[in-house]
């Protein structure tokens, strides 16, 4: 029995946080087979990692299962200063702090913003996220309502608290989807009350420092108004996309071309408008207007884009918010779950632009 042959199946462990192999991690020093005993030096990465124990059992298994192991002895230890030094600097794959989401980036970020508060932007961002990710493709949450932050409640995680492995922060996972907010670092029931440099310090750290990895999309669920956080995402993000969510009502609608405004002034490209809270469907299949109708349209119109989809009230998809278990996956024939798996294939479909991005070649 090799080495190689223990190593080949070592490879199958992923660490489930940071979502490689911890072979290629380097996590696993000697790896050795005598009379049926695979012997195995595990480093993990930080003193009390969380998946301590489960990357352990998934070790185990994997060693079992080579032909010829009977037993499994691990010897569990913890990566030293300079090999996570090592470790943080391959995860950056060579890049300089804060140039993760550069110009020359490929992942498409898609900035959800609107007018007022309450018109259900949080939980359209989380429920974009679950159904862009169940497409195959990864994805990435920011929660940028430092004053209002409902993301991990929404997505089943209000309790999750990141990682830090060296100066890199690694992201709780929730229906596959990789989520930051200043939720996970705050006590239960504190209110954040920031000025405006501490506002953009922390949305910058949270680009600069929070390890996505190599994303397709990134959604970033923006407070509502045209503030702050919103000013700093247009200086840090100027190549970001923007949705703006509005309900019926025509002032609401008002206001919310107003976010869409600020945007264009950063430099951001609108791209659509959803209008959420459309209708409360019947039983006969007639919908009943309680936030009046008419607004999306308007909005879309005054800012010469499309209405990406008008989703209509939905007892499920609260219910979902409430339960930390999205619509699209507690109920995807609902008709508010079928409108928004609508815009994520929409948006899974969009190409990625490769004008004025370097590339990365010569000419020889």
């Known amino acids: 029995m090799t080495r190689s042959s ?21 996590m696993v ?16 990465t930080i003193v009390g990692c969380p998946a301590a124990d489960r990357i352990e059992a998934d070790v185990r298994a994997a060693a079992l299962s080579v032909p010829g192991v009977a037993s499994v002895a691990v010897n569990v230890g913890v990566m030293t200063a300079a090999e996570r030094a090592v470790l943080t600097e391959r995860l950056r794959g060579g890049r300089p702090r804060g140039t993760q989401f550069g ?16 018109v259900g932007k949080s939980s359209l961002t989380a429920n974009l996220g679950v159904a862009l990710a169940a497409r195959g493709l990864r994805v990435g949450i920011l929660d940028a309502d430092v004053f209002g932050f409902s993301i991990p409640g929404v997505l089943g995680i209000p309790d999750a608290k990141p990682t830090k492995v060296g100066e890199l922060i690694m992201p709780p996972i929730a229906h596959d989807v990789k989520v930051i907010s200043i939720g996970m ?20 750290q949270f680009l ?16 509502p108004g045209t503030g702050d956080v919103a000013i700093s995402i247009g200086q840090l993000l100027p190549q970001a996309e923007v949705i703006v969510v509005t309900t019926p009502q025509p002032a609401a609608a008002e206001v919310a ?18 209008e959420n809270m459309a209708g409360l469907v019947q039983p006969d299949g007639s919908l009943l207007q309680l936030f009046g109708e008419g607004g999306g349209a308007d909005v879309a ?33 609902d008709p508010a779950a079928t409108a928004i798996l609508a815009v994520a294939a929409q948006l899974a479909s969009r190409p990625r632009g490769l004008a004025g991005r370097p590339l990365g070649l010569s000419v020889s």
Do not use: C, N
Not at 258 to 271: D, F, H, L
Not at 306 to 321: E, F, H, K, N
């Open 6 to 26: 223990l190593l080949t199946a070592l490879d199958r462990v992923i660490d489930p946080e940071i979502r490689r192999p911890i072979t290629e991690l380097d």
């Open 29 to 44: 020093g000697s790896a050795t087979v005598t009379d049926g005993v695979a012997a195995i030096d595990l480093k993990l």
């Open 103 to 118: 110009p020359d980036s490929l992942t498409r970020i898609y900035a959800i913003t609107s007018g007022k508060g309450g």
């Open 185 to 204: 670092f705050v006590d239960a029931g504190t209110a954040v009350s920031w000025r405006g440099p501490m506002l953009h310090r922390t949305i910058q």
């Open 208 to 223: 600069s420092d929070v390890h996505f990895g190599d994303l397709d999309v990134l959604l970033l669920d923006l407070p």
């Open 257 to 274: 071309e107003r976010s869409a405004i600020v945007a264009r002034q950063t430099g951001q490209k609108v791209i659509g408008v959803i």
């Open 301 to 333: 119109a005054r800012l010469g884009v499309d209405v990406l989809a008008s989703i209509p009230l939905s007892i499920a998809l609260r219910q979902g918010g409430d339960a930390g278990l999205p619509v699209v996956l507690s109920a995807p024939t």
